[in-house]
């Protein structure tokens, strides 16, 4: 069974074609710094965890962990075994960290075969701790908030083999058992992997619970494996353990549930893979023409027609429709006509109410269908795209500002061109229910410089090179228009799954996941101007994250500098752009911290107030909202 493609919808509101930049504020950023009585349990990279992808689970590892439940609370282990916790009350009297639970250095695997050990912060009373060595340790914490003197007190303890690290955990309790439900992931060596570089990426879904009645006797109930060849972006739980969502270069899928091996392990065919399409259509200024295929001996008595202004239905009475759905805009139903043609096809002419738009679609979201486009109507799209588009890289030199050479733009001017896949899979039957669609994306994108006629001019090309107020920019394949490159995971909400952030165009677009919401998974909830052309700029940028409410972003460098961009604010005073003559309304500031220390950066949190950077000997609190 074939299981539904998605796309991203963005929220056109949240955009801001006119923005233009970030403007350099030399206001100071108090930072406060908190010294470190041992250092953090820094384990890095061996010999042998030389690939791309062990660096990206754990030389990447960010050391420190937000209380999403108790505001400005940040967490982390030390070398000796403890998890320390910090709480701000008041930036200018900082105390020390204060121990919550210290783990059993002798326990779980010797220490060349130690990870980075892992927190999770389950519930506002729950956390599971991996030692890094194979030991899952589920803890109770009572309400932090309130207890923050009281040391945890372990309830389950076991060692799960190999070392692995916690991306997730959820709780919830039914029926009067209580279940926590945890996401590990490990890197393993695979022997069948002969041409890439030797291992595999494996996320066990593993479900903890008590017995009715037995409140502390926690037991595994439940292991679910599933592998893949890169590591995951994003990997989170759904509430209540009902889904899981992964984001990666290359699809997971389950292998095992409880040491068997499914049946079924290969990843199901999307529906996009179809050979053909089920019709074909091209367009004038003033009517659409349909051709749909029909079987053998089809007859007009057969044909199932229903058309009004803004919806149509086609198909075979006593069957399922070929074509139905929401048109892409307003036609003339009682001057559009219908007949089979001597192909044995059915041929639809819609006459458009309005003359001229040309449409990119027939059905709202109906990719089945192929447009063709003739020798008059492609002449004319190369001539409305004459300023735009051009065999010659520099094809008018005496142009005040030239189009740019395609081998002139840095890196960060160019998109990725990986294919990132984000997916949704039942908790019950484990089968993806939702995968977001990776191939052309056009919906909600903004192209800087164009007018919507221009967009969609776009749109039926292969090449285009635009020029704006970021620069020029040449695509050479639509397909590069549709990636959408993985940013950051910010935790926005404790009663909502964590949100990621991707690149869309030059913006940074922030999506919160709605399980609840099949036929719109996820929200576009914030937009982030130009930070994805930003955060590309920056090479020795480690770690990237939000504020909750999404008043700023912030980036840090593996060593000293960190980099705070806020939305744009109204200003007090009267500005005037000097190129345009215009008055400016608002102004979207960047700050630059820099840290007094020369140790790499190890942990980086945000908070709506401040931001918390870890280093190997000290904690700093960067105040960055009052």
Known sequence: MAYPNCSLNVNRQMLDPSFESYRLSLDSVPCYTVQLDAAVAEVKLKDSQYTLDHMKAFGMYNYLHIDPWYEESVYFVDCKGRVLNLTVTLDTALGKPREVFRMDPEAGSPEGERL?????????????????????????????????????EPVFSECLGEPFTILHSVCHVQHGIHAIELLLLRLQKDPDD????????????????????????????????????????????????????VASEKPFSFQQVDGVPLVEARAEPMQVDSSEPIYVWQQTAEDVTVRVRLPEGTGKGDVRFELSADRVCIGLRGGEPLLEGPLCAPVDAEASTWTIGDDESLE????????????????????????????????????GLSHLTAEDPNANPEKDKP????????????????????????????????????????????????????????????????????????????????????????????????????????????????PECPNDMWEHVATFNALGYVQASKRDKKFATCAPNFSYAAL????????????????????????????????????????????????????????FVLTSSNLFVLKVNN
């Open 348 to 383: 639809v002419t819609l006459q458009k109410r309005i003359d001229g738009p040309l449409w990119s679609e027939v059905v709202l979201g109906d990719k089945r269908g192929q447009y063709l486009i003739n020798t008059e109507q492609a002449t004319h799209i190369h001539q």
């Open 556 to 611: 840090a460098e593996c060593m000293r500098r960190v980099f705070i961009y806020r939305q744009p604010l109204p200003v007090d005073t009267v500005l005037f752009n000097r190129k345009q003559g215009r008055q400016v309304g608002q102004v979207a500031k960047q700050q630059v911290a820099s840290l007094e220390s020369n140790e790499p950066v190890l942990g980086f949190r945000a908070t709506n107030e401040r931001l």
């Open 403 to 514: 189009p740019c050479n395609a081998q002139e733009l840095e890196d960060c001017d160019r998109f990725p061109e990986d294919s990132s896949t984000l997916m949704r899979f039942d908790g019950d039957t484990l089968k993806p229910t939702h995968v977001l669609d990776p191939g052309m994306e056009m919906k909600g994108l903004r192209f800087l410089g164009l007018s919507s006629q221009e967009r969609h001019l776009c749109s039926m090309t292969h090449t285009c090179r635009f020029e704006s107020s970021y620069g020029s920019y040449w695509f050479g394949e639509k397909v590069n228009l549709a990636s959408h490159q993985y940013l950051f995971t910010a935790d926005t909400s404790p009663s909502e799954m964590p949100a990621l952030c991707l690149r869309h165009d030059v913006d940074a677009l922030l999506w919160q996941p709605r």
């Open 116 to 152: 980075c050990a892992s927190l999770s912060l389950t519930s506002a009373t729950w956390a599971a701790l991996s030692d890094g060595a194979g030991t899952l340790t589920l803890l109770r914490t009572s309400k932090r908030g309130e207890s923050s003197h009281l040391k945890w």
């Open 194 to 245: 002969t041409r890439g570089s030797g291992f595999s990426t494996s996320l066990e879904w593993l479900t903890v619970s008590n017995s009715a009645g037995l409140e502390k006797k926690y037991e595994v109930r439940k292991r679910r494996l599933m592998k893949g060849n890169s590591v995951p972006h994003y990997a989170a739980l759904g509430p209540q353990g009902k889904g899981l969502m």
